[in-house]
């Protein structure tokens, strides 16, 4: 996933406050998040190294995920799930997180995986309710979210086809 072969050092020069549990990379590569189980976040300019932000979620972070445009990028803390604006590597900013929208108790039970659409308009959510949520990342008149649901089992994965049109779990 990431290439540490090409001019960088094996050890960052940043540490997360405790064990780290989830590791993302914006599509662009220009921004890593780390989060630690405590549900603290670093935002890293990859390309320079540096921390841009400190942020606390304030919860388990359970899953995140960025939009392939690697404008946004969707937070999971249990059942609540919130997408923000990925911050900018070119300019300082007082806030570095822009909040976009936040749903509240979304699944009945902890989200545990997001994945968007190619085009990053939709993207949807599974849960361990069994259910899969897939919503619009702006307002689309005439859209609204669904569930489909069904799976016998915990589902450990889901995905949309190439061409957007199908969604596909595993269970």
């Excluded at 780390?34 to 300019?45: K, M, P, Q, S």
């Excluded at 990859?46 to 942020?55: D, G, N, P, Q, S």
């Excluded at 590597?89 to 108790?105: A, C, E, F, R």
Aim: net charge positive; aromatic share 12%.
């Amino acid at each position: 996933m990431f290439d540490l072969t090409n001019n960088v050092s094996r050890t960052l020069p940043f540490q997360n406050r405790s064990n780290v549990e989830i590791v993302a990379m914006a599509p662009n590569r220009k921004i890593l998040i780390t989060v630690d189980v405590d549900g603290y976040a670093l935002i890293v300019n990859w390309k320079k190294k540096v921390i841009l932000a400190h942020f606390n979620f304030r919860d388990v972070v359970t899953a995140l995920k960025f939009s392939p445009d690697s404008n946004f990028f969707a937070v999971a803390c249990g059942k609540r799930l919130r997408i923000f604006e990925t911050p900018a590597v070119d300019h300082k900013t007082l806030s570095p997180l822009i909040l976009y929208k936040k749903y509240g108790n979304l699944h009945s039970d902890d989200i545990t995986g997001i994945e968007w659409t190619t085009d990053s308009r939709f993207f949807i959510t599974w849960s361990d309710d069994l259910t899969v949520k897939m919503l619009s990342l702006h307002k689309i008149e005439g859209f609204l979210p669904f569930t489909l649901s069904g799976n016998p089992k915990k589902i450990v994965s889901a995905f949309f086809s190439e061409d957007n049109k199908n969604i596909f779990s595993v269970s």
